[in-house]
C-alpha cells in the first residue's frame, strides 16, 4: 500500500515519539485512560509552496498533546524536552504547559505545535 506523505509524516512522528515510552493515541482518549499518555491530534496542511515548484509540497501543523500527573513538574520539563528533541531540529516548533482539567481531573498538558514542510 501506497501512504500519503501527510499519512508517512504522523507515523514517523509516533515513531519518534514512542521513544518516551508514553502510549500514543492519534484521538482523546476515554476519561479512564490515566496519564502518562500522548495525543498526536488534529493536522492542517498548505499546499500553498506546491504552485511555486510544480511538486507537491505540504506544510503540515500537528497538534501532540502530552498529559502528565500534575505531581511532579520536573518530569513534566523533562518530558517536554525529551519529545522536543525526539521531534528533531524544526525551527517551528511551539510549547506551552499549563494545568489542565479539560480531561476531568486537574493534569500537565504539554501543548506541541509542530509545523513541517514535506514533499
Not at 64 to 86: C, H, M, Q, S
Not at 92 to 107: P, Q
Request: no cysteine; hydrophobic share 40%; charged share 25%.
Amino acid at each position: 500500500m501506497t501512504y500519503s506523505s501527510t499519512t508517512k509524516f504522523l507515523k514517523t512522528l509516533g515513531n519518534r515519539l514512542s521513544d518516551l515510552e508514553i502510549p500514543i493515541f492519534y484521538k482523546l482518549p476515554k476519561a479512564s485512560e490515566m496519564e502518562p499518555f500522548l495525543v498526536i491530534g488534529s493536522a492542517t496542511s498548505d499546499t500553498g509552496k506546491t504552485a511555486l515548484t510544480g511538486a507537491v509540497i505540504e506544510d503540515v501543523t500537528v497538534s501532540i498533546d502530552i498529559f502528565l500527573p500534575n505531581d511532579n513538574r520536573t518530569l513534566v520539563e523533562e518530558t517536554k524536552f525529551k519529545a522536543i528533541r525526539l521531534l528533531g531540529r524544526n525551527s517551528r516548533i511551539s510549547t506551552t504547559v499549563i494545568l489542565d482539567d479539560t480531561i476531568g481531573r486537574e493534569v500537565y498538558h504539554i501543548a506541541i505545535r509542530l509545523t513541517e514542510s514535506i514533499i
